[in-house]
Protein backbone atom coordinates (compact mmCIF):
# COMPACT_ATOMS: atom_id res chain seq x y z
CA UNK A 1 0.00 0.00 0.00
CA UNK A 2 2.91 2.20 0.81
CA UNK A 3 4.39 1.83 -2.74
CA UNK A 4 0.96 2.77 -4.37
CA UNK A 5 0.74 6.47 -2.24
CA UNK A 6 4.05 6.98 -3.40
CA UNK A 7 2.78 6.42 -6.83
CA UNK A 8 -0.27 8.25 -6.14
CA UNK A 9 2.03 11.44 -5.32
CA UNK A 10 4.00 11.11 -8.52
CA UNK A 11 1.70 11.10 -10.48
CA UNK A 12 0.33 14.53 -8.66
CA UNK A 13 3.66 15.92 -9.48
CA UNK A 14 3.21 14.67 -13.09
CA UNK A 15 -0.07 16.46 -13.43
CA UNK A 16 1.89 19.88 -12.17
CA UNK A 17 3.50 19.72 -15.16
CA UNK A 18 0.75 21.20 -17.12
CA UNK A 19 0.67 24.14 -14.95
CA UNK A 20 3.97 25.06 -15.28
CA UNK A 21 4.78 26.84 -18.65
CA UNK A 22 8.05 26.94 -20.82
CA UNK A 23 9.58 29.76 -19.93
CA UNK A 24 11.51 30.39 -23.87
CA UNK A 25 8.23 31.60 -25.05
CA UNK A 26 8.60 35.12 -23.28
CA UNK A 27 11.81 35.54 -25.21
CA UNK A 28 9.98 34.38 -28.57
CA UNK A 29 7.31 37.03 -27.73
CA UNK A 30 4.58 34.67 -29.24
CA UNK A 31 3.34 31.26 -28.48
CA UNK A 32 3.69 29.20 -25.02
CA UNK A 33 2.92 25.52 -23.73
CA UNK A 34 3.64 23.98 -20.45
CA UNK A 35 5.94 21.62 -19.84
CA UNK A 36 3.83 18.37 -20.28
CA UNK A 37 2.29 20.04 -23.64
CA UNK A 38 5.71 19.76 -24.31
CA UNK A 39 6.18 16.33 -22.93
CA UNK A 40 3.82 15.03 -24.99
CA UNK A 41 5.01 16.44 -28.28
CA UNK A 42 8.36 14.74 -27.50
CA UNK A 43 6.55 11.58 -26.87
CA UNK A 44 4.82 11.62 -29.96
CA UNK A 45 8.17 13.07 -32.30
CA UNK A 46 9.98 10.62 -30.66
CA UNK A 47 7.89 7.49 -31.30
CA UNK A 48 7.44 8.65 -35.07
CA UNK A 49 11.21 9.17 -35.26
CA UNK A 50 12.11 5.70 -33.33
CA UNK A 51 9.73 3.84 -35.68
CA UNK A 52 10.76 5.17 -39.16
CA UNK A 53 14.62 4.57 -38.08
CA UNK A 54 13.60 1.20 -37.02
CA UNK A 55 12.07 0.98 -40.32
CA UNK A 56 15.23 1.55 -42.09
CA UNK A 57 16.88 -1.41 -40.11
CA UNK A 58 18.14 0.53 -37.22
CA UNK A 59 17.70 -1.82 -34.23
CA UNK A 60 16.66 0.60 -31.18
CA UNK A 61 13.86 -0.15 -28.32
CA UNK A 62 11.23 1.57 -28.59
CA UNK A 63 9.82 0.96 -25.63
CA UNK A 64 12.95 2.48 -23.74
CA UNK A 65 12.89 5.81 -26.22
CA UNK A 66 9.03 6.25 -25.23
CA UNK A 67 9.60 6.24 -21.48
CA UNK A 68 13.05 8.09 -21.77
CA UNK A 69 10.55 11.05 -23.99
CA UNK A 70 8.27 11.14 -21.04
CA UNK A 71 10.67 11.59 -18.57
CA UNK A 72 13.11 13.50 -20.23
CA UNK A 73 11.62 16.91 -18.07
CA UNK A 74 10.15 15.28 -15.12
CA UNK A 75 12.36 17.22 -12.79
CA UNK A 76 10.94 20.52 -13.72
CA UNK A 77 7.87 19.95 -11.67
CA UNK A 78 10.71 20.33 -8.99
CA UNK A 79 13.21 22.60 -10.64
CA UNK A 80 11.42 24.61 -12.98
CA UNK A 81 12.13 25.31 -16.60
CA UNK A 82 14.75 26.92 -17.37
CA UNK A 83 15.47 28.63 -20.86
CA UNK A 84 18.62 29.17 -22.59
CA UNK A 85 19.19 32.53 -20.81
CA UNK A 86 18.29 31.16 -17.58
CA UNK A 87 20.78 28.20 -18.10
CA UNK A 88 23.63 31.37 -18.52
CA UNK A 89 23.17 32.48 -14.77
CA UNK A 90 21.32 29.78 -12.78
CA UNK A 91 21.32 25.69 -12.62
CA UNK A 92 19.18 23.11 -10.93
CA UNK A 93 20.47 19.99 -9.10
CA UNK A 94 18.69 17.70 -11.86
CA UNK A 95 19.80 14.66 -10.49
CA UNK A 96 18.91 14.93 -6.62
CA UNK A 97 15.24 16.18 -8.11
CA UNK A 98 14.73 13.00 -9.69
CA UNK A 99 16.61 10.67 -7.19
CA UNK A 100 14.31 12.80 -4.55
CA UNK A 101 11.09 12.06 -6.47
CA UNK A 102 11.55 8.47 -7.08
CA UNK A 103 13.45 7.32 -3.87
CA UNK A 104 12.20 4.67 -2.60
CA UNK A 105 9.58 3.51 -5.65
CA UNK A 106 9.60 0.46 -7.86
CA UNK A 107 10.57 2.57 -10.37
CA UNK A 108 13.78 4.40 -9.45
CA UNK A 109 16.51 2.28 -10.39
CA UNK A 110 14.60 2.48 -14.13
CA UNK A 111 13.91 6.00 -14.00
CA UNK A 112 17.50 6.92 -12.69
CA UNK A 113 19.09 4.61 -15.62
CA UNK A 114 16.85 6.03 -18.17
CA UNK A 115 17.87 9.97 -17.28
CA UNK A 116 21.49 8.77 -16.87
CA UNK A 117 21.37 7.12 -20.26
CA UNK A 118 19.19 10.61 -21.62
CA UNK A 119 21.66 13.04 -20.73
CA UNK A 120 24.88 11.14 -21.42
CA UNK A 121 23.79 10.85 -25.20
CA UNK A 122 25.72 7.58 -26.19
CA UNK A 123 23.00 5.25 -26.91
CA UNK A 124 20.63 5.75 -30.23
CA UNK A 125 17.84 5.86 -28.16
CA UNK A 126 19.26 8.94 -26.34
CA UNK A 127 19.89 10.24 -29.43
CA UNK A 128 16.38 9.63 -30.77
CA UNK A 129 14.88 11.96 -28.06
CA UNK A 130 17.03 14.49 -27.64
CA UNK A 131 16.41 14.91 -31.68
CA UNK A 132 12.49 14.59 -30.29
CA UNK A 133 12.99 17.39 -27.87
CA UNK A 134 14.67 19.53 -30.41
CA UNK A 135 12.18 18.63 -33.57
CA UNK A 136 8.92 19.70 -31.03
CA UNK A 137 10.30 22.97 -30.55
CA UNK A 138 11.05 23.37 -34.41
CA UNK A 139 7.60 22.46 -34.48
CA UNK A 140 5.99 25.18 -32.44
CA UNK A 141 9.21 27.65 -33.97
CA UNK A 142 7.16 26.74 -37.44
CA UNK A 143 4.01 27.45 -36.58
CA UNK A 144 5.18 30.81 -34.91
CA UNK A 145 7.02 31.55 -38.13
CA UNK A 146 3.88 30.41 -40.07
CA UNK A 147 2.00 33.19 -38.40
CA UNK A 148 4.37 35.55 -38.67
CA UNK A 149 6.13 36.17 -35.78
CA UNK A 150 9.66 37.37 -37.55
CA UNK A 151 12.00 35.81 -34.76
CA UNK A 152 10.74 32.07 -34.94
CA UNK A 153 13.38 31.72 -38.03
CA UNK A 154 16.32 33.01 -35.65
CA UNK A 155 15.10 30.58 -33.50
CA UNK A 156 14.68 27.82 -36.45
CA UNK A 157 18.48 28.91 -37.43
CA UNK A 158 19.60 28.61 -33.82
CA UNK A 159 18.06 24.97 -33.49
CA UNK A 160 18.52 23.09 -36.28
CA UNK A 161 22.66 22.65 -35.76
CA UNK A 162 21.31 20.95 -32.10
CA UNK A 163 20.04 17.57 -34.37
CA UNK A 164 21.93 14.71 -33.90
CA UNK A 165 20.62 11.98 -36.09
CA UNK A 166 20.63 12.06 -40.16
CA UNK A 167 16.89 11.15 -39.56
CA UNK A 168 16.24 13.91 -37.40
CA UNK A 169 17.56 16.73 -39.42
CA UNK A 170 15.66 14.96 -42.39
CA UNK A 171 12.62 15.08 -40.20
CA UNK A 172 12.97 18.69 -39.84
CA UNK A 173 13.97 19.60 -43.29
CA UNK A 174 10.36 18.28 -44.08
CA UNK A 175 8.59 20.13 -41.10
CA UNK A 176 10.33 23.17 -42.68
CA UNK A 177 9.25 22.79 -45.73
CA UNK A 178 4.88 21.97 -44.99
CA UNK A 179 2.55 25.29 -43.98
CA UNK A 180 1.62 24.31 -40.21
CA UNK A 181 -1.86 23.72 -41.15
CA UNK A 182 -1.14 22.00 -44.50
CA UNK A 183 -2.51 18.71 -42.86
CA UNK A 184 -6.19 20.03 -42.14
CA UNK A 185 -6.58 22.52 -44.90
CA UNK A 186 -5.33 20.40 -47.73
CA UNK A 187 -7.62 17.98 -46.23
CA UNK A 188 -10.66 19.73 -46.14
CA UNK A 189 -9.79 21.08 -49.95
CA UNK A 190 -9.61 17.11 -51.02
CA UNK A 191 -12.68 16.39 -49.50
CA UNK A 192 -14.59 19.49 -50.41
CA UNK A 193 -13.54 18.60 -54.39
CA UNK A 194 -14.51 14.97 -53.91
CA UNK A 195 -18.22 16.24 -52.90
CA UNK A 196 -18.34 18.41 -55.32
CA UNK A 197 -17.49 16.44 -57.99
Not at 1 to 14: I, Q, T, V, W
Not at 32 to 55: D, I, K, N, P, T
Not at 98 to 126: C, G, H, I, M
Request: charged share 30%.
Amino acid sequence: MEDLKKLADLLFEGALLKRIQRTGYSYLGTGGESVAAHSFGVALCAWFLGRYLSLKGKALDLEKVLKMAVLHDFVEARTGDFNAVNKLYDTADEEKALKDAFQNTPLEEEVTSLWKEYRKLETLESKVVHDADVLDLIIQLKEQKDLNNPYAEKWIDYAMPRLITEEGKALAQAILERDWCAWWYEFLVEKNSVNEG
